[in-house]
């Protein structure tokens, strides 16, 4: 049997991560010698605590335990699994991505830009650009923000900036139409 795929792991371990309300971001399999590899980052609408990935871990570390007993799965001579949540280094490519992140500093291409609401069908992008001391709003289609990258921040946001964050989708359009 060969090695496990991301593809042939994946409906194994999204069932699992779904009961614990969270998303799979990232699986990578890996053959390293005696013990295999494999990582699975996860996220949700609520960042995950130490516990629930804990208990992620434990219920797919059984999951494959059992899945290779019975030939479906086979890491080889046996197999490291890492759980843990993406890091901030994830590039946004879903909308969800957006949506968790709503707020955040992000790099766009060469642009730096916080991120505002999502419109209700999810698939437009409220950004947010500071010109001088001047807001500028635009409202931009998710997937032509794809691959964007949450930058770390140290410094607070201008109130104007955090007011901003906080518009509906449809507040933070009516003001970049009426800006544009």
């Known amino acids: 049997m060969a090695f496990p795929t991301t593809e042939a792991l994946l409906p194994h371990v999204e069932p699992v991560a779904a009961a614990h309300g969270l998303d799979v971001e990232h699986i990578k399999a890996t053959p ?7 990582i699975i980052r996860v996220d949700g609408d609520a960042r995950p605590t130490s ?5 992620l871990s434990g219920q797919l570390s059984e999951l494959f335990d ?10 080889g001579a046996g197999y490291t699994l890492e759980v843990s949540t993406p890091g901030v280094d994830l590039p946004l490519t879903q909308p969800r991505h ?11 291409g060469e642009r730096r830009v916080r991120l505002g609401a ?3 069908a999810e698939d437009e992008v409220i950004l947010i ?3 001088g001391k001047r807001l500028e709003l ?10 964007a990258v949450v930058e770390i921040e140290f410094s607070t946001p201008s ?5 901003a964050v906080g518009y509906t989708f449809a507040q933070g359009a009516e003001v970049a139409q009426a800006r544009g």
């Open 32 to 38: 390293a010698g005696k013990k295999s590899q494999v």
């Open 51 to 55: 516990d629930q990935l804990e208990q």
């Open 66 to 75: 059992q899945l290779e007993s019975t030939g479906v799965l086979s890491f």
């Open 98 to 108: 957006f949506r968790r992140n709503q707020g955040r500093l992000v790099r766009l």
């Open 118 to 120: 999502l419109s209700p």
């Open 129 to 131: 650009a500071t010109n």
């Open 138 to 147: 635009s409202v931009e289609r998710v997937e032509n923000c794809a691959g």
């Open 159 to 163: 109130q104007s900036e955090l007011d």
